[in-house]
Antibody
Framework: QVQLVESGGGVVQPGKSLRLSCAVSGFSLTNYPMHWVRQAPGKGLEWLALISYDGGNQYYADSVKARFIISRDISKNTVYLQMNSLRPEDTAVFYC???????????WGQGTLVTVSS | SYDLTQPPSVSVSPGQTVSITCSGDNLGEKYAFWYQHRPGQSPALVIYQDNKRPSGIPERFSGSNSGNTATLTISGTQAMDEADYYC?????????FGGGTKLTVL
């Protein structure tokens, strides 16, 4: 059974850093690209970052490039999103999602809320 | 940058047919995907590769994609279909979502 469970959200001050985790089970991270997607309050879904199935490539949305870093630890079956220099506009529910061979986001986590506020 | 444009909201009466559009430059040359997002839940795929339904998605959901517009159509709309719907495509290896359309079933 495929499961994705995000954690690490919370309240953080502007300019600070936070690391989100996405623990997966039921499949191997070496077979699937993994993504982070967020939804700010009252806004739509925004794609943020991708790590390739072999871990060798990472891609980012312009809005977070140079501030966010996606990575993974195969031994822990976990994907991470390191978020630096956080801004109030980064406040959102953050989801991790699996991309399958048909380029579908076929599995999603339940989301973790990040609030950037002083 | 590539953009996808959706109407902010559409409404439909129960049992009727509703279409949600998604516009992008030559979108028909790419694959379009559609996700349903209910409040408090994770997004769920309802259409992939323009017009294919994942297992478990009712036949009343259908899709098309041609020219500059992809369309999600829900026939015989039910109250449970009330949700936000997002189109999505791939551009230069990265994902892109439309702004979302709130479907209200009146």
């Amino acid at each position: 059974q495929v499961q994705l469970v995000e954690s690490g959200g919370g309240v953080v001050q502007p300019g600070k850093s936070l690391r989100l985790s996405c623990a997966v089970s039921g499949f191997s991270l070496t077979n699937y690209p993994m993504h982070w997607v967020r939804q700010a309050p009252g806004k739509g879904l925004e794609w943020l970052a991708l790590i390739s199935y072999d871990g060798g490539n990472q891609y980012y949305a312009d809005s977070v490039k140079a501030r966010f870093i996606i990575s993974r630890d195969i031994s822990k079956n976990t994907v991470y999103l390191q978020m630096n220099s956080l801004r109030p506009e980064d406040t959102a529910v953050f989801y991790c999602a699996r991309e399958d061979q048909l380029e579908r986001f076929d599995s999603w986590g339940q989301g973790t809320l990040v609030t950037v506020s002083s | 940058s590539y953009d996808l444009t959706q109407p902010p909201s559409v409404s439909v009466s129960p049992g009727q047919t509703v279409s949600i559009t998604c516009s992008g430059d030559n979108l028909g040359e790419k694959y379009a995907f559609w996700y349903q997002h209910r409040p408090g839940q994770s997004p769920a795929l309802v259409i992939y590769q323009d017009n294919k339904r994942p297992s478990g998605i009712p036949e009343r959901f259908s899709g098309s994609n041609s020219g500059n517009t992809a369309t999600l159509t829900i026939s015989g709309t039910q109250a449970m279909d009330e949700a936000d719907y997002y189109c999505q495509t791939w551009d230069r290896g990265t994902a892109l979502f439309g702004g979302g359309t709130k479907l209200t079933v009146l």
